[in-house]
């Protein structure tokens, strides 16, 4: 606590918030966040590092009719800098960037306003965006955008993502050449001569530490020496793409902090926001809040410091939608509206009366195809998970037409209402009983698996002993180990798995993933074929 209120201290070249807890600084116009002090620290952020590279939104954008899932990087720089408010309770200030047609092909077709918000007696600080594409401008692509924050690689050695996903972390020294042995992709490195002598032999990779949407709520590091965390809370996935089993990314070596609002990790060119020429398209990418902490006096576990960050993030997800938000575009509680219901499954080869949904996963995304919200990424999504008995209650959700969808474990299918749903501000639709009827042509005779969206049920395979991340070692997680995929054709050289049923177990006789198998017949042939178009035959 701080007896001073909200202070801006607007500079010539920067500007400062100081609320008596920390102090932020950004650079004015750009709106990059140079230096964040707190708790005797001078500054958090990589002091090493151009004052450009600490803490920035960042997109990737491509041109109209581009494939994959790549493009030109943009670290988004502001063109002027404004005050939206300022008093002793809350100091919120915008960094725009404006696009003319000027600017077509140097830059993403958007206006960008990045806000900052500081609160009094707040051990930390907001910021969301607004991007806006009109009509008018030229389509283009827009496979992610995000923000990062790169701490001090001096302070911050301690990672956690979850309570069974936290260790001490290499360094970025670590993963570069002589260091580290680059392996089938540029994001994993094997570390063959790390300066701490404990991670040798060890595989980094930040993919190893992405998580669903549904299960990204916090994440972040610890310093030791003196203790303090520094966490990234995402109290809402409504601003998310692909609904809350699409994966992200969270933290990683460096030190490293994401929040990813769009990314194509793990989904490919489905998930790349596609603008198509006179689609007009306006988004509000979070809040997401900053939050540091450190130890009080009687404590001296500094692990404590990621149980109070969980807290904090059941009081962010308490307090959403926040009503602190100045821009029209972040519509508070009042102007949501609310809908309820029960979910039940009709299913008369399992039971003659209706069977309650639960556990089932309900939501509301914009109109489309069954599934469709796996793959959506332009709109916003609100989730919820059933009770026992199937009802559900979906609140605080922007105005605008959606499906309702859903899943329920144990049953195969995606569901999806036929009718669309409007949202209008205040409202509180009750659907009453909502009836899902699972594909089926008959009884079940057999099935592999439980239909869960998980292959947690079947084989994983321990890791080659020459690629191992400790942390995922006898873990429910160890699907996460790399190279599990070059497993499969270790243990079954010579032919595919065959599953018989009534016998097989598919614990034990099923492998987690699909993979491809390596033949050298083909690569033989790939040589030969190789060396006749280089030799102009």
């Known amino acids: 606590m701080s007896n001073q209120g909200v202070q801006l201290h607007i500079q010539e070249r920067h500007v400062v918030m100081d609320n008596g807890i920390l102090q932020v600084t950004l650079s004015k116009p750009e709106g990059i966040v140079t230096g964040i002090q707190y708790n005797g620290i001078s500054n958090l952020l990589e002091v090493l590092n151009d004052e450009s590279n600490r803490g920035y939104w960042d997109l990737v954008w491509s041109k109209e009719g581009s494939t994959g899932t790549t493009g030109t990087s943009d670290a988004i720089k502001g063109e002027s800098f404004g005050v939206v408010v300022e008093n002793e309770e809350q100091v919120e200030?915008?960094?725009?960037?404006?696009?003319?047609?000027?600017?077509?092909?140097?830059?993403?077709?958007l206006n960008i306003d990045k806000r900052f918000i500081m609160l009094r007696n707040s051990s930390g600080f907001y910021s969301y965006a607004i991007y806006e594409h009109f009509k008018e401008w030229p389509a283009f692509n827009l496979p992610q955008t995000r923000i990062v924050f790169k701490l001090r690689k001096d302070k911050f050695h301690y990672m956690a993502v979850a309570d069974n996903r936290q260790r001490c972390m290499p360094l970025p020294e670590d993963r570069l050449p002589k260091r580290g042995e680059p392996l089938?992709?540029?994001?994993?490195?094997?570390?063959?001569?790390?300066?701490?002598?404990?991670?040798?032999?060890?595989?980094?990779?930040?993919?190893?530490?992405?998580?669903?949407?549904?299960?990204?709520?916090?994440?972040?590091?610890?310093?030791?020496?003196?203790?303090?965390?520094?966490?990234?809370?995402?109290?809402?996935?409504e601003f998310r793409s692909g609904g809350p089993l699409k994966q992200n990314l969270s933290s990683h070596v460096g030190p490293i902090s994401l929040a990813m609002f769009l990314s194509a990790h793990y989904s490919g060119e489905d998930m790349v926001l596609k603008l198509k020429p006179g689609e007009p398209w306006k988004k509000v990418f979070g809040p997401v809040f900053i939050y540091l902490n450190t130890l009080l006096d009687d404590q001296n576990e500094p692990r404590w410091l990621w149980e109070d960050a969980k807290k904090q993030m059941l009081i962010e997800v308490q307090n959403w939608p926040y009503s602190f938000p100045a821009s029209e575009d972040f519509p508070s509680s009042e102007q949501r509206g609310c809908v309820n219901g029960r979910l039940q499954v009709q299913d008369r080869f399992i039971s003659d009366y209706c069977i309650p949904g639960n556990g089932a996963y309900v939501g509301l995304a914009p109109p489309g195809d069954i599934g469709s919200w796996q793959r959506e990424c332009k709109g916003y999504q609100f989730w919820t998970k059933a009770d026992p008995e199937g009802y559900f209650s979906i609140n605080d959700m922007r105005t605008g037409d959606y499906n309702l969808y859903a899943w329920i474990p144990g049953f195969i299918g995606d569901y999806r209402n036929d009718e669309v749903i409007t949202i209008t501000p205040g409202c509180d639709l009750d659907l009453g009983d909502v009836i899902y009827k699972p594909p089926r042509d008959g009884p079940t005779l057999w099935e592999i698996g439980i239909p869960n969206r998980s292959a947690a049920e079947f084989y994983v395979p321990d890791p080659d002993p020459k690629y191992i991340n400790e942390l995922y070692v006898n873990h429910p997680d160890r699907f996460r180990q790399y190279g599990l995929w070059e497993r499969y054709a270790d243990l079954y050289p010579d032919e595919d798995l065959v599953y018989t049923v009534g016998t097989s177990d598919y614990a034990k006789d099923w492998f987690f993933a699909q993979v491809t198998r390596f033949d050298s017949s083909y690569m033989f042939f790939f040589i030969r074929l190789t060396d006749k178009f280089l030799r102009g035959k």
């Open 184 to 237: 089938a992709y540029p994001e994993a490195v094997l570390l063959v001569n790390p300066v701490e002598a404990e991670f040798k032999g060890e595989v980094d990779d930040k993919y190893q530490y992405s998580c669903e949407n549904k299960d990204l709520q916090v994440h972040g590091w610890i310093c030791f020496n003196p203790p303090v965390g520094f966490w990234q809370i995402t109290p809402s996935n």
């Open 93 to 109: 200030i915008s960094f725009t960037r404006m696009w003319d047609p000027s600017l077509e092909g140097k830059l993403a077709p």
